[in-house]
């Protein structure tokens, strides 16, 4: 499955590729642009497509998912995610959002979030990208109650709380994926700053954020290293070989 032999100029660890009017066209772009990319989804319905997308791609992983923003009306799917993910070793969108407007389904979320990491730590070998918006400490808290670092490997995708809580889910093994917009902020400046760097990767979460007035693609990830770069105060190339081989060290957990 993995063919890294294939030179690679940038990689995005999150984007929502099914989320664009022309899929098949932002993969063709991926091949092009040689951009190895995970392609989040949001609903278990929405599996059987992408990975039909994604089969002959050289760059392009289709990871299953169920977005805790729709786990409120939704929820009914877990039993969905949990047959589809006997077959992908990439899990995501998952996770858990404590804002307001998706706060009444707080526990439904829960229950949700703890029955795919128990899925994925039954199965091993799973690879899981996380949304914790507002949440990131209880995201921390199910991961260490329900998985095992041997097991399951946690993405923390565009990771927003403390450092104190960063610290923690890094000591239980979480990568963490950086978009471009978390620094466009001293906040999450100085958090990205301070994450260990052998557990940075970089994503784009495409097509739902922006430079300037457009919508991101995944080819932007490519800005989005030489920005970190200057963040974390080391050469472009330098990072690009330090997310590269922190890619690769995800890629061989899933040993397919
Ligand atoms: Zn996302």
Redesign the pocket.
């Known amino acids: 499955m993995m063919k890294y032999s294939e030179p690679i100029r940038g990689i995005d660890f ?1 984007c ?1 590729v099914d989320l664009y009017p022309n899929p098949t066209e932002v993969i063709a772009a991926c091949e092009r642009e040689q951009i190895a990319t995970l392609a ?1 989804t ?1 609903t278990p319905k929405a599996w059987p497509q992408n990975r039909q997308w994604t089969e002959r791609s050289r760059y392009v992983f289709s990871a299953l998912g169920l ?1 805790p923003e729709l786990v409120g009306e939704r929820h009914r799917e877990i039993a969905l995610l949990e047959e589809y993910m006997k077959e992908s070793h990439f899990i995501g ?1 998952i996770g858990l959002d404590g804002s307001p407007q998706y706060y009444k389904h707080w526990q439904v979320q829960i229950e949700v979030f703890t029955r795919a990491l128990d899925a994925a730590q039954r199965l091993g070998r799973r690879i899981v ?1 996380i ?1 914790s918006r507002r949440a990131a400490s209880k995201v921390v808290e199910c991961l260490e109650e329900r998985t095992t670092s041997d097991r399951v490997l946690p993405i923390l ?2 990771f927003s709380s403390s450092m104190a809580v960063g610290r923690k889910a890094a000591s239980i093994g979480c990568y963490f994926s950086i978009n471009h917009q978390m620094l466009e902020h001293n906040r999450g400046i100085r958090l990205v700053r301070n994450l260990p760097e052998d557990r940075l990767l970089t994503e784009t ?1 495409a097509p ?1 954020t922006f430079i300037g007035e457009r919508k991101s693609e995944p080819t932007d990830v490519i800005m989005t290293t030489e920005r970190l770069a200057v963040v974390r105060d080391i050469s472009v190339v330098e990072l690009r070989r330090i997310i590269r081989a922190n890619a690769m060290r995800v890629f061989r957990f899933t040993d397919v």
């Open positions: 999150h929502h989040v949001t977005h969108e990208s949304h995708h565009w979460d739902l």
